[in-house]
């Protein structure tokens, strides 16, 4: 009974820590997107499809700070209808393993500071090795400038298998009107909402974020896959019972490769979408954009 009140107190601290409406404390889900055509391949099409499992743990360190923890597991597959060459990865079967660990420190009542480290562990799970691990971390300054608007502004930055990858961060926690606000991790997350009622909410979502996954399944061991998309979808989320909410999404992927490189295949920066130095020869075919559909399950916990 003791773990549990100390569970609970953990969570409340989390939540006025962060100085939110409320957090998704556990979200599992899944991805479908429709057949689209192959480039250059005759009636080629591809499948993809994908899973989500989020889980955030806080723990008390003070009355000012907590040592907060995200962890992160993600699949992805893509089908073929058609046979490849063996030198490209088909079917492509990516898992990812991320963790967000480190400090999250009030400085007074409108301010925090959040340091986390982020190492990954991203692999197609053949031949699995240190190479298939990536290194890199997030800061973030927390500004609460009313008790309707607060932001969040940063960096995250990860040594990713095509090199160094920076990303300019903007959090945003803003309820603009009655029924409408905006959340979000911009550029990676978003989503523009409309509170139908205390059970119903709609709206719009984006999502979009670069990830690198090692291969190592013979003959292209070392290889990498680089994954790429912008997904934009409208959304529906209904309370079902307590704290639990089912979320629907129907929309479009944009932009969306799943590109394989050799490992030597470098560029010199990233900076969000923006390459420097990249002059990398891809080894595989590419699809076309499609319709995506998701839903999720969710454990959110409301601060209010």
């Not at 955030?56 to 923890?69: N, T």
């Not at 997350?189 to 690198?212: D, M, Q, R």
Request: glycine share 8%; hydrophobic share 40%.
């Amino acid at each position: 009974m003791k773990k549990i009140q100390l569970l609970f107190l953990c969570i409340l601290f989390l939540l006025s820590a962060h100085a939110q409406k409320s957090i998704d404390l556990f979200t599992l889900s899944g991805r479908y997107g429709m057949p689209t055509h192959l480039e250059n391949v005759p009636d080629g099409q591809a499948i993809e499809s994908g899973a989500l499992v989020n889980l955030k743990i806080p723990v008390v360190l003070s009355d000012a700070s907590i040592w907060y923890s995200e962890l992160s597991y993600t699949w992805f597959h893509v089908g073929y209808n058609r046979d490849l060459p063996d030198t490209m990865a088909a079917p492509i079967t990516l898992n990812g393993f991320v963790l967000q660990t480190g400090l999250v420190k009030r400085i007074d009542d409108s301010r925090q500071i959040h340091l986390l480290a982020a190492p990954r562990f991203m692999t197609d799970f053949n031949n699995t090795g240190s190479n298939h691990w990536q290194l890199g971390g997030v800061g973030l300054f927390e500004k609460r400038f009313h008790k309707d608007l607060m932001m969040r502004f940063g960096i995250l930055y990860n040594q990713e298998f095509f090199g160094p990858f920076l990303v300019p961060l903007v959090y945003i926690d803003w309820h603009f009107s009655g029924k409408w606000s905006i959340s979000g991790l911009l550029p990676i997350y978003g989503k523009l909402n409309y509170h139908v009622n205390e059970n119903l909410t709609i709206g719009f979502s984006e999502f979009g974020l670069i990830t690198s996954y090692r291969l190592g399944k013979s003959p292209y061991q070392g290889d990498y896959i680089e994954r790429k998309s912008i997904d934009l979808c409208l959304f529906a989320r209904q309370r079902l019972a307590g704290n639990f909410h089912l979320e629907g999404r129907a929309g479009y992927a944009l932009s969306r490769e799943y590109g394989q490189y050799a490992a030597d295949q470098q560029v010199d920066l990233k900076i969000s979408i923006f390459s420097l130095g990249d002059d990398r020869i891809r080894k595989n075919v590419l699809f076309e954009d499609g319709p995506i559909f998701n839903m999720r399950l969710v454990y959110n916990l409301p601060l209010e």
